[in-house]
Protein backbone atom coordinates (compact mmCIF):
# COMPACT_ATOMS: atom_id res chain seq x y z
CA UNK A 1 0.00 0.00 0.00
CA UNK A 2 0.92 3.44 -0.55
CA UNK A 3 0.02 6.75 1.65
CA UNK A 4 -0.83 9.24 -0.38
CA UNK A 5 -2.15 12.84 1.00
CA UNK A 6 -5.50 13.70 -0.36
CA UNK A 7 -4.36 17.23 -1.43
CA UNK A 8 -1.33 15.44 -3.77
CA UNK A 9 -2.32 15.59 -7.52
CA UNK A 10 -1.13 12.67 -10.14
CA UNK A 11 -1.75 13.38 -13.41
CA UNK A 12 -1.49 10.60 -16.16
CA UNK A 13 0.26 7.45 -16.46
CA UNK A 14 1.70 7.52 -13.14
CA UNK A 15 2.84 3.89 -11.69
CA UNK A 16 3.89 3.07 -7.93
CA UNK A 17 5.53 -0.01 -6.14
CA UNK A 18 4.68 0.01 -2.69
CA UNK A 19 5.06 1.75 0.84
CA UNK A 20 5.66 4.75 -0.73
CA UNK A 21 4.80 8.39 1.26
CA UNK A 22 2.72 11.39 -0.98
CA UNK A 23 3.42 14.36 0.81
CA UNK A 24 0.46 17.09 0.79
CA UNK A 25 0.51 19.10 -2.07
CA UNK A 26 2.74 16.80 -4.15
CA UNK A 27 2.45 17.25 -7.84
CA UNK A 28 3.20 14.04 -9.84
CA UNK A 29 2.73 13.86 -13.59
CA UNK A 30 2.96 11.39 -16.42
CA UNK A 31 4.67 8.80 -17.58
CA UNK A 32 6.53 8.18 -14.07
CA UNK A 33 7.46 5.37 -12.49
CA UNK A 34 8.06 4.84 -9.11
CA UNK A 35 9.63 1.60 -6.87
CA UNK A 36 9.00 0.80 -3.58
CA UNK A 37 9.15 2.40 -0.23
CA UNK A 38 10.24 6.58 -1.02
CA UNK A 39 9.36 9.20 0.66
CA UNK A 40 8.50 12.32 -1.07
CA UNK A 41 7.67 15.57 1.11
CA UNK A 42 5.36 18.17 0.67
CA UNK A 43 5.40 20.26 -2.64
CA UNK A 44 7.52 18.11 -4.52
CA UNK A 45 6.75 18.30 -8.17
CA UNK A 46 7.71 15.60 -10.71
CA UNK A 47 7.62 15.12 -14.06
CA UNK A 48 7.09 18.90 -15.66
CA UNK A 49 8.19 19.38 -19.04
CA UNK A 50 11.66 19.62 -20.02
CA UNK A 51 12.49 23.23 -19.66
CA UNK A 52 13.18 23.06 -23.61
CA UNK A 53 12.83 26.31 -25.60
CA UNK A 54 11.35 24.44 -28.89
CA UNK A 55 9.55 21.32 -26.03
CA UNK A 56 5.32 21.39 -27.25
CA UNK A 57 4.42 21.99 -23.35
CA UNK A 58 1.00 20.36 -23.34
CA UNK A 59 -2.43 22.56 -23.63
CA UNK A 60 -4.27 20.27 -21.71
CA UNK A 61 -3.69 19.50 -17.81
CA UNK A 62 -5.27 15.96 -16.85
CA UNK A 63 -3.04 13.22 -18.56
CA UNK A 64 0.63 12.34 -19.41
CA UNK A 65 3.21 14.77 -20.85
CA UNK A 66 4.42 13.74 -24.38
CA UNK A 67 7.88 13.21 -22.93
CA UNK A 68 10.52 10.32 -22.18
CA UNK A 69 9.89 10.16 -18.53
CA UNK A 70 10.98 9.71 -14.88
CA UNK A 71 11.98 6.66 -13.23
CA UNK A 72 12.48 6.48 -9.79
CA UNK A 73 13.89 3.62 -7.51
CA UNK A 74 13.91 2.15 -4.28
CA UNK A 75 14.28 3.52 -0.72
CA UNK A 76 14.68 7.26 -2.20
CA UNK A 77 13.96 10.33 -0.04
CA UNK A 78 12.90 13.90 -1.71
CA UNK A 79 12.12 16.40 0.17
CA UNK A 80 9.95 19.57 0.34
CA UNK A 81 9.61 21.30 -3.05
CA UNK A 82 12.28 19.16 -5.04
CA UNK A 83 11.49 19.33 -8.53
CA UNK A 84 12.10 16.41 -10.71
CA UNK A 85 11.58 16.99 -14.46
CA UNK A 86 10.61 15.16 -17.70
CA UNK A 87 13.31 13.90 -19.70
CA UNK A 88 13.78 14.69 -23.46
CA UNK A 89 15.92 12.96 -24.86
CA UNK A 90 15.71 9.29 -22.29
CA UNK A 91 14.10 9.19 -19.28
CA UNK A 92 15.33 11.24 -15.86
CA UNK A 93 16.58 8.58 -13.58
CA UNK A 94 17.13 8.32 -9.98
CA UNK A 95 18.40 4.82 -8.61
CA UNK A 96 18.62 3.72 -5.05
CA UNK A 97 19.08 4.90 -1.84
CA UNK A 98 19.48 8.85 -3.14
CA UNK A 99 18.83 11.79 -0.06
CA UNK A 100 17.44 14.40 -2.19
CA UNK A 101 17.03 17.47 -0.01
CA UNK A 102 14.48 20.57 0.12
CA UNK A 103 14.44 22.88 -3.16
CA UNK A 104 16.95 20.47 -5.53
CA UNK A 105 16.26 21.10 -9.04
CA UNK A 106 16.96 18.27 -11.12
CA UNK A 107 16.21 19.32 -14.84
CA UNK A 108 15.54 17.04 -17.86
CA UNK A 109 17.80 13.34 -18.74
CA UNK A 110 19.39 13.83 -15.21
CA UNK A 111 20.80 10.83 -14.10
CA UNK A 112 21.93 9.80 -10.21
CA UNK A 113 23.37 6.91 -8.91
CA UNK A 114 23.05 4.63 -6.04
CA UNK A 115 23.36 6.49 -2.30
CA UNK A 116 23.99 9.87 -3.93
CA UNK A 117 23.48 12.80 -1.42
CA UNK A 118 22.00 16.33 -3.11
CA UNK A 119 22.24 18.81 -0.11
CA UNK A 120 19.51 21.80 -0.08
CA UNK A 121 18.95 23.89 -3.07
CA UNK A 122 21.38 22.00 -5.67
CA UNK A 123 20.61 23.06 -9.54
CA UNK A 124 21.39 19.91 -12.02
CA UNK A 125 21.18 21.12 -15.30
CA UNK A 126 20.13 18.89 -18.04
CA UNK A 127 21.77 15.70 -19.19
CA UNK A 128 23.95 15.71 -15.76
CA UNK A 129 25.26 12.26 -14.50
CA UNK A 130 26.05 12.19 -10.68
CA UNK A 131 27.49 8.53 -10.17
CA UNK A 132 26.94 6.64 -7.01
CA UNK A 133 27.42 7.77 -3.52
CA UNK A 134 28.62 11.06 -4.74
CA UNK A 135 27.57 13.95 -2.01
CA UNK A 136 27.27 17.62 -3.52
CA UNK A 137 26.92 20.40 -0.63
CA UNK A 138 24.25 22.90 -0.43
CA UNK A 139 23.49 25.29 -2.98
CA UNK A 140 25.72 23.77 -5.78
CA UNK A 141 24.93 24.30 -9.48
CA UNK A 142 26.42 22.01 -11.97
CA UNK A 143 26.73 22.51 -15.72
CA UNK A 144 24.71 20.87 -18.52
CA UNK A 145 25.96 17.40 -19.78
CA UNK A 146 28.85 17.10 -16.70
CA UNK A 147 29.23 14.20 -14.46
CA UNK A 148 30.79 14.11 -11.54
CA UNK A 149 32.24 10.55 -10.56
CA UNK A 150 31.70 7.88 -7.89
CA UNK A 151 32.28 8.89 -3.90
CA UNK A 152 32.85 12.66 -4.69
CA UNK A 153 32.56 15.06 -2.36
CA UNK A 154 31.73 18.66 -4.00
CA UNK A 155 31.84 21.64 -1.73
CA UNK A 156 28.84 23.85 -0.94
CA UNK A 157 28.35 26.73 -3.25
CA UNK A 158 30.53 25.39 -5.98
CA UNK A 159 29.95 25.83 -9.78
CA UNK A 160 30.75 22.74 -11.62
CA UNK A 161 31.93 23.25 -15.34
CA UNK A 162 33.84 20.48 -15.90
CA UNK A 163 33.79 16.40 -14.74
CA UNK A 164 34.82 15.85 -11.95
CA UNK A 165 36.48 12.36 -10.73
CA UNK A 166 36.00 9.57 -8.83
CA UNK A 167 36.02 10.04 -5.14
CA UNK A 168 37.43 13.21 -5.86
CA UNK A 169 37.09 16.43 -3.22
CA UNK A 170 35.85 19.37 -5.71
CA UNK A 171 35.19 23.47 -4.63
CA UNK A 172 34.81 26.74 -5.91
CA UNK A 173 33.70 28.71 -8.27
CA UNK A 174 34.07 27.26 -10.66
CA UNK A 175 34.98 24.16 -9.19
CA UNK A 176 38.40 22.51 -9.16
CA UNK A 177 39.32 19.22 -7.58
CA UNK A 178 41.19 19.72 -4.23
CA UNK A 179 42.38 16.58 -3.57
CA UNK A 180 40.49 13.03 -2.71
CA UNK A 181 37.92 12.32 -0.77
CA UNK A 182 39.26 10.24 1.84
CA UNK A 183 36.48 10.16 3.69
CA UNK A 184 34.31 8.35 1.64
CA UNK A 185 36.84 5.99 0.50
CA UNK A 186 37.46 4.50 4.22
CA UNK A 187 33.59 4.67 4.51
CA UNK A 188 33.31 2.13 1.08
CA UNK A 189 36.59 -0.37 2.14
CA UNK A 190 39.42 1.02 0.02
CA UNK A 191 41.43 1.56 2.73
CA UNK A 192 43.67 4.25 3.70
CA UNK A 193 46.70 4.04 1.58
CA UNK A 194 44.69 4.39 -1.48
CA UNK A 195 43.09 6.91 -0.15
CA UNK A 196 46.48 8.93 0.48
CA UNK A 197 48.12 7.78 -2.53
CA UNK A 198 44.88 9.34 -4.72
CA UNK A 199 44.66 12.93 -2.75
CA UNK A 200 48.67 12.82 -3.47
CA UNK A 201 47.48 12.64 -7.28
CA UNK A 202 44.39 14.85 -6.62
CA UNK A 203 46.57 17.60 -5.00
CA UNK A 204 49.13 18.14 -7.88
CA UNK A 205 49.08 18.17 -11.38
CA UNK A 206 46.45 15.51 -12.17
CA UNK A 207 47.42 13.13 -14.81
CA UNK A 208 45.13 9.60 -15.50
CA UNK A 209 48.03 7.96 -15.50
CA UNK A 210 49.24 8.65 -12.07
CA UNK A 211 45.47 7.96 -10.84
CA UNK A 212 45.42 4.64 -11.83
CA UNK A 213 49.16 4.18 -10.42
CA UNK A 214 48.07 5.10 -7.01
CA UNK A 215 45.61 3.21 -6.78
CA UNK A 216 47.42 0.03 -8.90
CA UNK A 217 46.78 -2.49 -6.06
CA UNK A 218 43.17 -1.16 -4.94
CA UNK A 219 39.39 -2.29 -6.35
CA UNK A 220 39.29 1.20 -6.88
CA UNK A 221 41.93 1.28 -10.50
CA UNK A 222 39.10 -0.58 -12.32
CA UNK A 223 36.43 2.26 -11.23
CA UNK A 224 38.75 5.08 -12.09
CA UNK A 225 40.16 3.14 -15.21
CA UNK A 226 36.37 3.08 -16.72
CA UNK A 227 35.66 6.54 -15.59
CA UNK A 228 38.49 7.90 -17.63
CA UNK A 229 37.98 5.77 -20.60
CA UNK A 230 34.67 6.85 -21.02
CA UNK A 231 35.74 10.86 -20.18
CA UNK A 232 37.78 10.17 -23.23
CA UNK A 233 35.39 9.01 -25.60
CA UNK A 234 33.24 12.32 -24.53
CA UNK A 235 35.96 14.69 -25.88
Known amino acids: MNAIHPTAQLTGDVRFGSGNTIGAFAVITGPVEIGDDNWFGSGVVIGAPPEVRGFAHPTHLDGSVDAAGVRIGDRNVVREYAQIHQGWEHPTRISDDTF???????????????????????????????????????????????????????????????????????????????????????RSGYGDEAARSLDAVYRGEFDPGDALDAVAASPLRAILAEWFERAERRQ
Open 100 to 186: IMNQSYLAHDVELGDGVTLASSVLLAGHVLVEARANLGLGTVVHQRSRIGAGAMIGMGSVVTRDVPPFAKAYGNPARVQGANTVGMD
